[in-house]
């Protein structure tokens, strides 16, 4: 058994965004990892996805526990009412993943539609502070837990088109910054996960459905996958409890911030 394994064992670990991209990685690396001894809540919007990843997974691993539910995190009186009625065995919650997310257009300021600006606030700020207040009561109770907020380069380095987006990402940054300093005396850590150019769907949701636009974001580079991320979240989170891996900005080879992507051939 290795220590991560040892270190995982038994946790319950809530992930938002579960049903595709990097929450469903992250929830398949979880089990391989803790080889099934581990407690997963997955929660997304689409829900028929979550009970297949369910299927899979305990088809694969025999003492692995899940629990998959709707959650939307814009509805924000709904969280609380999910998280009470949680079954006992899920209810306290070890490992928080906030990695429900959503960037929308890349229109310039002046010409951003105002629903645009409210979903990706209310999803990519709001949501994550209403959900990480939530369960940071039983965190702080039972003084252990890690908090994993998924940032991005854009809350680093802004970018034309993305000002929105860019700002959402800036304002998880701060909020990270602050509740791990508020921390410092507990045994909770807050850990922030900054990704580069990752290839999953997020580029079909933030260009509605425009499957040929999304592409082109990828074109002519070698982006990160969703594993790839995943990889690391579980990592962070395996780590002796005295260790704090705090922030963590990864790329991929041909990237060095938001809007420096090489591509071309790799001499």
Do not use: W
């Not at 990480?132 to 890690?146: P, Y």
């Not at 507990?186 to 260009?207: L, Q, W």
């Amino acid at each position: 058994m290795s220590l991560a394994q040892k270190r995982l064992a038994n946790k319950v670990v809530l992930i938002t965004g579960a049903s595709a991209g990097i929450g469903e990685s992250t929830a398949r690396e979880y089990a391989a990892v803790a080889n099934g001894e581990i407690k997963l809540i997955l929660t997304a919007r689409r829900i028929e996805k979550l009970e297949s990843l369910k299927s899979e997974l305990e088809a694969k691993y025999q003492n692995i526990k899940v629990f998959v539910g709707f959650l939307d995190v814009t509805k924000f009186d709904k969280v609380s009412i999910f998280l009470e009625n949680l079954p006992s065995d899920f209810k306290e919650i070890d490992i928080l993943i906030n990695n429900s997310g959503k960037a929308l257009g890349l229109d310039p300021v002046g010409e951003i539609l105002q629903q645009d600006v409210e979903e990706m606030f209310q999803t990519n700020v709001l949501g994550l502070i209403n959900l990480t207040q939530l369960v940071l009561k039983g965190m702080k109770q039972r003084n252990r837990g890690d908090i994993v907020n998924l940032g991005s380069v854009a809350g680093r380095d802004g970018y034309p088109g993305g000002s929105i987006y860019c700002a959402t990402k800036s304002a998880l940054r701060a909020f990270t910054q602050s509740l791990r300093k508020e921390l410092i005396n507990t045994k909770i850590r807050v850990i922030e996960i900054d990704p580069g150019n990752v290839e999953t769907e997020f580029s079909n949701v933030r260009f509605k459905g425009d499957v040929e636009r999304a592409k082109k974001v990828y074109e002519s580079t070698e982006p990160l996958i969703a594993d790839d991320i995943a990889d690391l979240i579980v990592y962070t989170t395996s780590r002796k409890e005295n260790t704090v891996i705090a922030e963590t900005l990864i790329f991929s080879t041909n990237q060095a911030g938001a809007y420096h992507i090489y591509r071309g051939p790799f001499n």
